[in-house]
């Protein structure tokens, strides 16, 4: 492996050059199939003969690769176990050794080691690490903390459950007690080093990792030796939340140090504690109020105390929220001292903040919108005051009332000069009237009764709405933003009033006006009323929709840069939302709305960075061929066969899973009904294993795939590709994370080639199916065989039957399918939800009682069992049936984006029901099918039900076929 060192490093080199990135990255794909891979990384990570980029590529592509190759879906090796064990004693050193910037991507890997193999796989991690700490040493301790920080921090967001309990428990027992003597071990040694600068900035990087630790070993429960010392840490932490010395002083005004860091951590493990350990920590509390009400009231208005200033907002807003303590709040005087000192410097625009609207103005929207994630004081302390309205509703809102009066007369002296003073009162006025959490589908729901929205909307912000000129950009964004945040408030008919003055302001020259009224169209166009009718009815916005488009795809590709073009998602989601509304009224735009979805797509796909923008242009291709292609199938196909083929010929992952939906939607449009050159040209590749290995294109292919059997079964047969599809099937079902798809894939198989193709496969299928079943039978895995049986026993006017299934199953193994028909099929058809699989055992079973030969002699009980699973299925409701073809949206803000699999909506596969002609009543139906069959059988079915069934069932029975 040595030898190979070398070569590696250089392509390792080679991938931070943007000129042959794409081809070194291809290389090392290869390279990293070879035995022994991972731990050259580790060697050329570790060695400082490299220079410091070789060596973070290098920990960047192990990092990469652990995540890959560790585990596969069932948590089994995929490494030699050698090198598995390798990896796992060296890491820890590994870590601990090199510089911090290697350390974070070394840190991740750590982190996904310890998903699969914390604690019981890796039970000697914890007592290594605590071997390794030294309480006057914190340059060794540094490394160690970190890898402790990136396993304990996994159990922030976990729901509890024994196993985590275990682990957590199982840290404690050997962790607990040694942090808390590193603990004090590091006061003493900032106390002897506060002269000396670099040793204060490690000692406090330390501390900054043990307060993280702190969070991480207390985010469950609070452990028992902390509860012990809950004083010595109480101390502790009020010590160095009030700790100041010039060493530690950032010279940058917009850089915060070791020193906030610190102390917005500390105000983050006391909200937990209040939140969580009130009664453990409240004689503590009191100080650690007072302390950080004088914080608020003397910090600077710099930003590099930001991240400090909201941790300490949502410290007290914490404490505001909890009964026994919102009382100290509760004066009239109080809540003055409060808004003037507290929420007015904070909820002010400040330098910086125009600074920001000017030069970086995505990243000003992006801090901007509610939900963010951005840590900003405008944020926090908007909470903070509400948290405080919703306990004293009352004198809170005639306090801000006041100051809102107060700021618009300011303005009104003198617009010009004074515009700022109409920022805060706008700020705090929506501050104020929200009540209860905005939703990203509905903004604001539900208002504070003691204001008017419409009439501060129309008294205070319709003209900058209006004018043309005059009005600082700030104030127009200010209104729109307000029209945003208070969508659903706002009437219908004040929609339909605003809506072209909001339209307008797309043509501002202004980046964040233009990109804020992108944002309101589109979440106006989005609303619904009570009856689910849209707020803006889509004739209102057909006949803009050309110019509507036009211009915003000119705004979207005004800067050509890759980088440029997909950093506004807002406007993207704007054009989205449009063809969604109009639906075919783009048809007669077809040409324009082509070329400008094709050169983003072309463009974007050289550099994808923003997941967010990419998402919505998909979404908007996926509508567009959804509403434009059936009128011009072969043109839209041309068209896009390039962009999308360069997508797959160059291997951009992250586009791929998008582009399987799209050629699948696009053969969908097409009315042709036939299987087009264009689809059997794509056969053979999406067929190659290859394709298959990235978890994100599975079930994109398993939807293209199944659309082209549905068209092309004929072409698969003579061009002997049958052979590899249920290969893909195969595989698909050895995994639970895929044994789903593969079903999908099995069912469109059966359903669309003629039974004689088949006929020497199922002996096989069958034995795949049981097979797995017997060995790691999941939830899942059962309903789908269940599903798949009725699938098979329905479709009798293809040949086959519940004796078809009952043939193969003993071909696999004799006598197998009495057990199976009992503990399986019977219980588990009961749990089906979808009314389509519902409706799909009702025939399943009515078929079954009235043809089946083997459920008349071989299995007597059997068919009673039958119709009473029938009759259960029947009068136990299924659950309502969803409208397809409502576009319904996953709330973006929600999605993980990645290059995992994402749906898109607005070409999602529309089941198709097989049987129309069983009509709306299912009973009727049985009612007739059986009595039909009784009648041919010469009273056969009448007879089964006279001495097979229950005096219950006979009574329902006979009711449907009267």
């Given at each position: 492996?040595?030898?190979n060192l070398?070569?590696v490093?250089q392509?390792?080199e080679?991938s931070?050059?943007?000129?042959?990135?794409?081809?070194?990255?291809?290389t090392?794909?290869q390279?990293?199939?070879k035995?022994g891979?991972?731990l050259?990384l580790?060697?050329i990570?570790?060695?400082a003969?490299?220079p410091y980029n070789?060596r973070?590529?290098?920990?960047?592509?192990?990092?990469?690769?652990?995540k890959r190759?560790w585990?596969?879906?069932?948590?089994?090796?995929k490494?030699p176990?050698d090198?598995?064990?390798?990896i796992?004693?060296?890491?820890?050193?590994l870590?601990?050794?090199v510089p911090?910037g290697?350390?974070?991507?070394?840190?991740?890997a750590v982190?996904?080691i310890?998903?699969?193999?914390?604690?019981?796989?890796?039970?000697?991690?914890?007592?290594?690490l605590v071997?390794?700490?030294?309480?006057?040493?914190?340059a060794?301790?540094?490394?160690?903390?970190?890898?402790?920080?990136?396993?304990?921090k996994?159990?922030?967001?976990?729901f509890?459950?024994?196993e985590l309990y275990?682990?957590?428990?199982?840290v404690?027992?050997?962790f607990?007690d040694?942090?808390?003597t590193?603990m004090q071990?590091?006061d003493?040694?900032?106390?002897e080093?506060k002269?000396?600068?670099?040793?204060?900035?490690?000692?406090?990087?330390q501390?900054?990792?043990?307060?993280?630790?702190?969070?991480?070993?207390?985010?469950?429960?609070?452990p028992?030796?902390f509860?012990?010392?809950?004083s010595g840490?109480?101390t502790?932490?009020l010590?160095?939340?009030?700790?100041d010395?010039?060493?530690?002083h950032t010279?940058?005004?917009t850089?915060a140090?070791q020193?906030?860091?610190?102390?917005a951590?500390?105000?983050?493990?006391?909200t937990?504690?209040?939140?969580?350990?009130m009664?453990?920590f409240?004689?503590?509390?009191?100080?650690?109020?007072?302390?950080?009400?004088?914080f608020l009231t003397t910090?600077?208005?710099e930003t590099k105390y930001?991240?400090l200033?909201s941790k300490a907002?949502?410290f007290?807003t914490s404490?505001?929220g909890?009964?026994?303590h919102?009382?100290?709040f509760?004066?009239?005087?109080?809540?003055?001292q409060i808004?003037?000192?507290v929420?007015?410097?904070?909820v002010?625009?400040?330098?910086?903040?125009?600074e920001?609207?000017e030069?970086e103005p995505?990243?000003?929207?992006?801090?901007d919108?509610?939900?963010s994630?951005?840590?900003?004081?405008?944020r926090a302390?908007?909470?903070?005051?509400?948290?405080l309205?919703e306990k004293?509703?009352g004198?809170v809102?005639s306090?801000?009332?006041?100051?809102v009066?107060h700021y618009?007369a300011e303005?009104a002296?003198d617009?010009?000069?004074n515009?700022?003073?109409?920022?805060?009162a706008t700020?705090?006025?929506?501050?104020?009237a929200?009540?209860?959490?905005?939703t990203a589908a509905?903004?604001v729901?539900?208002?504070?009764p003691?204001?008017?929205?419409?009439?501060?909307l129309?008294?205070?912000?319709?003209?900058?709405?209006?004018?043309e000129?005059?009005v600082n950009p700030?104030?127009?964004v200010?209104?729109?933003?307000?029209?945003?945040?208070?969508r659903?408030?706002?009437t219908?008919e004040?929609?339909q009033?605003?809506?072209p003055?909001?339209?307008?302001?797309?043509?501002?020259?202004?980046?964040?006006?233009?990109?804020?009224?992108?944002?309101?169209?589109?979440?106006?166009?989005?609303?619904?009323?009570n009856?689910g009718?849209?707020v803006?009815?889509?004739?209102i916005?057909?006949p803009?929709a050309?110019d509507?488009?036009?211009?915003?795809?000119?705004l979207?590709?005004q800067?050509p840069?890759p980088?440029?073009?997909?950093?506004?998602e807002?406007?993207m989601r704007?054009?989205?939302?449009?063809?969604?509304?109009?639906?075919?009224?783009?048809?007669?735009?077809?040409d324009?709305v082509?070329?400008?979805?094709?050169?983003?797509?072309?463009?974007?796909?050289?550099n994808?960075?923003?997941?967010?923008?990419y998402?919505f242009?998909?979404?908007?291709?996926?509508a567009?061929?959804?509403?434009a292609?059936p009128?011009n199938?072969?043109?839209?196909?041309?068209?896009f066969?390039?962009?999308?083929?360069g997508?797959?010929?160059g291997d951009?992952?992250e586009f791929?899973?998008?582009?399987?939906?799209?050629?699948?939607?696009?053969?969908e449009?097409?009315?042709?009904?036939?299987l087009?050159?264009?689809?059997q040209?794509l056969?053979?590749?999406?067929l190659?294993p290859?394709?298959w290995?990235?978890?994100?294109n599975?079930p994109?292919?398993?939807?293209?795939?199944?659309s082209?059997?549905?068209?092309g079964?004929?072409?698969?047969v003579e061009?002997?590709?049958?052979?590899?599809?249920?290969g893909i099937f195969?595989?698909l079902?050895?995994?639970?994370?895929?044994e789903?798809?593969?079903?999908?894939l099995?069912?469109s198989?059966?359903a669309n080639f003629?039974?004689?193709?088949?006929e020497?496969?199922?002996k096989d299928?069958m034995?795949?199916?049981l097979?797995?079943?017997?060995n790691?039978?999941?939830?899942?895995?059962?309903?789908?065989f269940?599903?798949?049986?009725h699938f098979l026993s329905a479709?009798?006017?293809k040949g086959?039957s519940?004796?078809?299934v009952?043939?193969?199953?003993d071909q696999?193994q004799e006598g197998?399918f009495?057990?199976?028909?009992?503990?399986?099929?019977?219980?588990?058809s009961?749990?089906?939800?979808?009314p389509?699989?519902r409706?799909?055992?009702v025939?399943?079973?009515?078929?079954?009682?009235?043809?089946s030969?083997?459920?008349?002699?071989r299995?007597?009980?059997?068919?009673?069992?039958?119709?009473e699973?029938?009759?259960?299925i029947l009068e136990?409701p299924?659950l309502?049936?969803?409208?397809d073809d409502?576009?319904?949206?996953?709330d973006?803000e929600?999605?993980a984006?990645?290059?995992?699999f994402?749906?898109?909506?607005?070409v999602?596969?529309q089941?198709r029901?097989?049987?129309?002609?069983?009509?709306?009543?299912?009973?009727?139906?049985?009612?007739n099918?059986?009595?039909?069959?009784d009648?041919?059988s010469?009273?056969?079915v009448?007879?089964?039900?006279?001495e097979?069934?229950s005096?219950e069932?006979?009574?329902?029975?006979s009711s449907?076929m009267?």
């Amino acid at each position: 492996m040595a030898g190979n060192l070398g070569a590696v490093a250089q392509l390792l080199e080679a991938s931070l050059d943007p000129r042959q990135n794409k081809q070194a990255e291809i290389t090392l794909r290869q390279e990293e199939k070879k035995p022994g891979f991972s731990l050259a990384l580790l060697q050329i990570t570790a060695s400082a003969s490299y220079p410091y980029n070789t060596r973070l590529a290098s920990a960047l592509a192990f990092k990469n690769f652990i995540k890959r190759n560790w585990t596969d879906e069932d948590g089994n090796y995929k490494l030699p176990l050698d090198e598995v064990t390798t990896i796992k004693q060296e890491l820890i050193s590994l870590m601990i050794s090199v510089p911090a910037g290697i350390q974070t991507q070394l840190g991740e890997a750590v982190s996904v080691i310890a998903d699969s193999d914390f604690w019981e796989r890796w039970d000697t991690l914890v007592a290594d690490l605590v071997s390794r700490l030294q309480p006057t040493n914190p340059a060794a301790n540094i490394g160690v903390l970190q890898v402790a920080h990136s396993i304990f921090k996994r159990w922030r967001p976990l729901f509890r459950s024994d196993e985590l309990y275990l682990e957590i428990n199982h840290v404690l027992e050997k962790f607990g007690d040694p942090f808390l003597t590193l603990m004090q071990g590091l006061d003493v040694y900032l106390e002897e080093h506060k002269s000396n600068k670099e040793n204060l900035v490690q000692g406090f990087t330390q501390l900054n990792l043990m307060i993280k630790l702190l969070y991480d070993l207390s985010c469950h429960d609070l452990p028992p030796m902390f509860e012990e010392n809950i004083s010595g840490i109480a101390t502790f932490l009020l010590k160095y939340l009030t700790y100041d010395n010039q060493l530690l002083h950032t010279d940058d005004e917009t850089e915060a140090g070791q020193l906030e860091f610190a102390r917005a951590g500390i105000f983050q493990v006391l909200t937990l504690y209040v939140q969580k350990y009130m009664d453990e920590f409240k004689p503590h509390i009191g100080q650690f109020v007072e302390s950080s009400w004088s914080f608020l009231t003397t910090i600077g208005q710099e930003t590099k105390y930001d991240i400090l200033v909201s941790k300490a907002l949502q410290f007290l807003t914490s404490v505001a929220g909890m009964p026994e303590h919102s009382g100290v709040f509760q004066s009239e005087e109080t809540l003055h001292q409060i808004v003037e000192k507290v929420i007015l410097p904070n909820v002010s625009l400040r330098e910086s903040d125009e600074e920001l609207f000017e030069d970086e103005p995505i990243e000003f929207i992006r801090r901007d919108l509610e939900g963010s994630d951005s840590e900003t004081r405008r944020r926090a302390a908007t909470d903070f005051l509400r948290t405080l309205a919703e306990k004293f509703e009352g004198t809170v809102t005639s306090v801000v009332l006041k100051y809102v009066q107060h700021y618009l007369a300011e303005y009104a002296k003198d617009p010009a000069s004074n515009w700022k003073a109409k920022d805060t009162a706008t700020y705090l006025y929506s501050a104020i009237a929200a009540k209860g959490v905005a939703t990203a589908a509905h903004g604001v729901t539900n208002t504070n009764p003691l204001v008017n929205i419409t009439e501060y909307l129309q008294t205070n912000l319709a003209a900058d709405l209006v004018s043309e000129d005059g009005v600082n950009p700030i104030l127009k964004v200010d209104a729109i933003k307000y029209l945003y945040i208070f969508r659903s408030i706002i009437t219908k008919e004040q929609w339909q009033e605003v809506l072209p003055l909001v339209v307008r302001h797309l043509g501002s020259s202004n980046y964040v006006v233009y990109s804020y009224a992108a944002i309101a169209v589109e979440r106006a166009l989005y609303l619904s009323d009570n009856q689910g009718q849209p707020v803006i009815a889509p004739g209102i916005i057909t006949p803009l929709a050309k110019d509507l488009l036009q211009h915003i795809f000119a705004l979207i590709e005004q800067n050509p840069a890759p980088e440029k073009v997909q950093e506004n998602e807002f406007l993207m989601r704007c054009a989205m939302r449009v063809l969604i509304v109009i639906k075919d009224g783009v048809v007669p735009h077809t040409d324009l709305v082509l070329q400008h979805l094709i050169n983003i797509t072309q463009v974007i796909s050289t550099n994808p960075s923003n997941p967010r923008f990419y998402y919505f242009h998909f979404e908007a291709v996926g509508a567009f061929i959804r509403f434009a292609a059936p009128a011009n199938p072969e043109k839209l196909e041309q068209a896009f066969y390039t962009p999308f083929a360069g997508v797959l010929q160059g291997d951009v992952q992250e586009f791929m899973p998008y582009i399987f939906q799209l050629f699948a939607a696009l053969l969908e449009a097409n009315p042709s009904g036939t299987l087009p050159d264009y689809y059997q040209n794509l056969v053979a590749p999406i067929l190659m294993p290859v394709m298959w290995e990235s978890k994100g294109n599975i079930p994109a292919l398993v939807r293209l795939l199944s659309s082209i059997v549905h068209r092309g079964s004929q072409f698969i047969v003579e061009n002997q590709q049958i052979v590899l599809i249920l290969g893909i099937f195969q595989k698909l079902l050895s995994t639970k994370a895929n044994e789903g798809y593969g079903f999908d894939l099995l069912e469109s198989v059966v359903a669309n080639f003629p039974p004689a193709v088949l006929e020497p496969y199922f002996k096989d299928i069958m034995q795949v199916i049981l097979t797995r079943l017997q060995n790691s039978k999941t939830e899942n895995l059962s309903i789908r065989f269940v599903r798949f049986f009725h699938f098979l026993s329905a479709h009798d006017q293809k040949g086959y039957s519940a004796d078809f299934v009952i043939k193969v199953v003993d071909q696999v193994q004799e006598g197998l399918f009495t057990p199976i028909y009992l503990n399986i099929i019977l219980p588990e058809s009961q749990k089906l939800a979808r009314p389509l699989d519902r409706k799909t055992a009702v025939l399943s079973f009515t078929k079954t009682l009235a043809n089946s030969e083997a459920f008349a002699t071989r299995y007597k009980k059997g068919w009673a069992f039958t119709c009473e699973a029938l009759l259960k299925i029947l009068e136990l409701p299924p659950l309502p049936a969803s409208k397809d073809d409502l576009i319904a949206e996953h709330d973006v803000e929600d999605m993980a984006f990645g290059v995992g699999f994402t749906p898109l909506n607005t070409v999602r596969a529309q089941p198709r029901d097989p049987w129309p002609e069983t009509g709306a009543d299912l009973k009727a139906w049985v009612g007739n099918y059986l009595k039909e069959a009784d009648k041919k059988s010469n009273g056969r079915v009448a007879g089964f039900a006279q001495e097979r069934l229950s005096d219950e069932a006979k009574a329902v029975l006979s009711s449907y076929m009267s």
